[in-house]
């Protein structure tokens, strides 16, 4: 197979992998900086979870390290007695009070490690959940048409790789105050020997430093190159493992192309990753050899020193110690920052999601009048879904009053659903205006306009739930029984519920062990069941019987009328189904995005245009018999 199946292969990488990309090429030096800023993201997330906690842990982590560096200061004290000149038991006995410190240090930092292993079990899920949280109430208040951009929902599945390792870097945070104050104490020890000793002791762990930074950004960078490849992974995955597309891909038999393709994808990924590993390996082995040579020229410095007679020769044994064992502590000091740095860009990542998610909430300038949706008036408007070239409804003009039934018809993709979404708020026109009750629809916030709405849509959600609640979902906390019986009847979702194992407390999800799920026309009855339970000012059904036996049918479009039937409501039926919308008050024919004729079933017949083309042609298909 040549072509690959998914096709588009060389997508643009999105928007916002480009942005962040910049930020991780931005320079060692840049990037380090932004590890206290982590830091303080962390902290901060903490702090907001638990003071206590934090308190806790951050005093844990500072003791930790100060008797960390008691020790290490202890150490070198026990080789400079050790290392003098006179008698050896003396020496030995002088060095025994330093020695009691580190014997003390090493058994306080042992509990000191336990307790700090058990606050950051506490601390860290509680870090993950306030950004889990953060993230989720940003996305239920993001505006419906943001899920419609695929920069921006793929950069929503990256936020959940981006908790993990911002959960490890949460994990990092105290350990590298603790190592700060270690590097710090070993620094200190170094520099007691002799002030030049204190800055060679670093010197070996810049070059280590450098090559592990920039061995995170080349795996950042490509984190995010690989962002659409690994989305069509996952795609191509979903459709082999998930069971909504079991039944296809068997009766199609595309089984060994899906296979095919998700090995090709897996096998780019796969070469990027020895890609990536290769040059970090690379970068790495750089590191350690440079970072040889730093603690060469520490050597050489030491040497130097003893030779232009700067240090005693009983302290050299002493600085050789204290330079090893700092050199140890600031490079596991570098590895904690270097994951710091790692959840950094990921922390950057998160951000961007949940900003995103915020830029793409309704920015609501309140109007103090009540909308109703009585009338509604279209005035020119236009809608575009996002990265698409044409207008899907185009210059439209239609005013729905209480107490209507308007029926929207035309072809495959005239722009029906879309009308209908822009009528009841969900999508705001590009340019034009949704006018309810005077009010445009711009300055109404989003619950409000929806909390009068019933939307039954063509292929409505199968709610995770059990069946009673698929239909009070409607309007939960609606205490009115005989609307909850009334709604089942009349879409005939209670011959639904009495064919059920449990009845109403039946799981409507095969996720859930004993779940079950329904039939299509099932589903829709549930649908339908659902928005008539809602008992909302505006209906929008849209193709609610598609799925539904003649039966169902009749009894769905029969509920419908009586409900715009009180004079109360306005109710907007898409269908492709012309008889039964013979009676409408109005119907409204969509042509490319436009109004293309508008007017009652007679007035429309007698136009003689696509409505009465179409009408005809269903009519004849039921009158025909075949010769
Ligand atoms: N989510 C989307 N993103 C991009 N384009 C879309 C999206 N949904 C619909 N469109 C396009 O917008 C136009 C109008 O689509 P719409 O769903 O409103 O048509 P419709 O009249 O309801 O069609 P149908 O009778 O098939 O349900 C079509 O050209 C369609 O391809």
Excluded at 321 to 329: C, D, G, K, P, V
Excluded at 349 to 354: A, D, I, K, N, T
Excluded at 433 to 457: F, Y
Aim: include cysteine; proline fraction near 5%; charge should be negative.
């Amino acid at each position: 197979m040549g072509e690959p199946l998914i096709g588009a292969e060389d997508v643009e990488t999105p928007r916002w992998a480009v942005v962040l990309e910049a930020t991780a090429q931005a320079g060692v030096l840049a990037v380090a900086r932004a590890v206290p800023r982590t830091m303080r993201t962390l902290v901060g997330w903490a702090w907001a979870a638990s003071p206590r906690w934090t308190v806790l842990t951050g005093v844990i982590q500072v003791l930790s390290g100060v008797v960390t560096a008691s020790g290490l200061l202890a150490t070198a004290s026990v080789f400079t007695q050790l290392l003098t000149d006179g008698p050896t038991p003396e020496r030995v006995v002088a060095a025994l009070p330093a020695l009691a410190v580190v014997a003390a240090a090493l058994v306080l930092r042992g509990g000191l490690d336990a307790l700090s292993g058990g606050s950051s079990a506490v601390l860290v899920p509680l870090v993950e959940q306030r950004a889990q949280d953060e993230l989720y109430r940003s996305l239920v208040e993001t505006d419906l048409v943001a899920f419609e951009d695929p920069d921006f929902t793929s950069l929503v599945e990256q936020a959940g790789p981006a908790l993990l390792r911002i959960r490890s870097g949460a994990q990092m945070v105290g350990d590298l105050l603790a190592g700060v104050i270690s590097v710090v104490a070993a620094t200190v020890t170094a520099g007691l020997i002799h002030p030049v000793l204190a800055p060679v002791v670093l010197l070996a762990a810049i070059p280590q430093a450098w090559a592990n930074l920039s061995g995170i950004r080349v795996m950042f960078g490509s984190h995010l190159a690989m962002a659409s490849r690994s989305r069509r992974l996952s795609v191509t995955g979903s459709l082999i493992s998930e069971r909504t597309a079991a039944a296809e891909v068997r009766a199609f038999t595309s089984q060994d192309v899906l296979l095919a393709e998700h090995r090709r994808i897996a096998a780019d990924l796969a070469a990027e990753g020895v890609r990536v590993a290769l040059r970090r390996n690379v970068l790495t082995t750089l590191g350690r050899a440079l970072s040889g040579v730093g603690a060469a020229l520490g050597y050489v410095v030491l040497g130097l020193l003893l030779f232009l007679g700067g240090l005693p020769l009983a302290l050299a044994g002493t600085a050789v110690i204290a330079m090893r064992t700092a050199a140890s502590a600031v490079v596991t000091t570098v590895t904690e920052a270097n994951f710091l740095f790692e959840a950094g860009l990921f922390i950057d990542l998160y951000r961007e999601c949940v900003d995103q998610a915020r830029r793409h909430r309704r920015g609501v300038v309140p109007d103090p009048r009540a909308a109703r949706p009585d009338p509604v008036e279209l005035r020119g408007v236009s809608f575009r879904y996002p990265d698409q070239e044409a207008d899907a409804v185009h210059d439209v003009d239609l005013v729905l009053r209480r107490g209507e039934t308007v029926a929207l018809v035309g072809e495959n993709g005239s722009g029906k659903s879309t009308l209908a979404k822009l009528v009841v708020g969900l999508y705001l026109p590009d340019a034009g205006e949704v006018r309810w009750g005077g009010v445009p629809t711009t300055s109404v916030d989003p619950r409000v306009l929806h909390d009068q709405v019933a939307l039954v849509l063509q292929e409505p959600l199968r709610w995770p739930m059990t069946a009673a609640n698929n239909v009070r979902i409607g309007r939960l906390g609606r205490a009115d029984e005989p609307a909850y019986v009334d709604a089942l009847t009349r879409s005939g979702a209670d011959e639904v519920f009495d064919g059920l194992p449990q009845g109403p407390s039946t799981v409507l999800s095969r996720e859930f062990q004993q779940g079950r799920d329904l039939s299509g026309g099932q589903w829709q009855r549930i649908a339908v069941a659902r928005g008539l339970f809602r008992d909302a000012a505006l209906v929008v059904a849209d193709e609610p019987t598609a799925a539904l036996d003649a039966r169902a049918e009749h009894g769905v479009f029969s509920a419908l009328r009586e409900l715009s039937a009180d004079g109360d409501r306005v109710t907007v039926l898409v269908t492709h189904r012309l008889a039964n919308i013979r009676s409408a008050d109005r119907i409204v024919v969509m042509e490319d995005g436009r109004i293309a004729e508008e007017g009652d079933h007679d007035a429309l017949m007698a136009l003689e245009g696509i409505y009465a083309e179409l009408f005809r042609l269903q009519g004849r298909a039921y009158a025909e018999r075949p010769a």
